[in-house]
Nanobody, 125 residues
């Protein structure tokens, strides 16, 4: 059974940092892109960042320069991370990791086959 389990969310003050993790299990995803999306209350789910197996990375404009995506495929570990710095209230959302089982990065939610349950990130003073 495929599982994507996110962790690392929480409440942080503006300007602070958080590091999200997503551990994938149940099948091999090391050859496929992994991504982070987020969904704020009343808004559609939006693309945040994605990384291919070879390390090609794409960021959405709102997070470029503040967020860093990385992945660890070593030793059968299939984990993707999202380091979030200089957080703003506008970054408040539920953050989801996702895997796309075809090659190539996509920013569309429709391209991703597997999703985690989400982790809440709240940025507030």
């Amino acid at each position: 059974q495929v599982q994507l389990v996110e962790s690392g969310g929480g409440l942080v003050q503006p300007g602070g940092s958080l590091r999200l993790s997503c551990a994938a299990s149940g099948r091999t995803f090391s050859s496929y892109p992994m991504a982070w999306f987020r969904q704020a209350p009343g808004k559609e789910r939006e693309f945040v960042a994605a990384i291919t197996w070879s390390g090609t990375i794409t960021y959405s404009d709102p997070v470029k320069g503040r967020f860093t995506i990385s992945r660890d495929n070593a030793n059968n570990k299939q984990t993707v991370y999202l380091q979030m710095n200089s957080l703003r209230p506008g970054d408040t959302a539920v953050y989801y990791c996702a895997v796309k089982t075809t090659v190539g990065i996509s920013t569309s939610t429709y391209s991703y086959n597997y999703w985690g349950q989400g982790t809440q990130v709240s940025v507030s003073s």
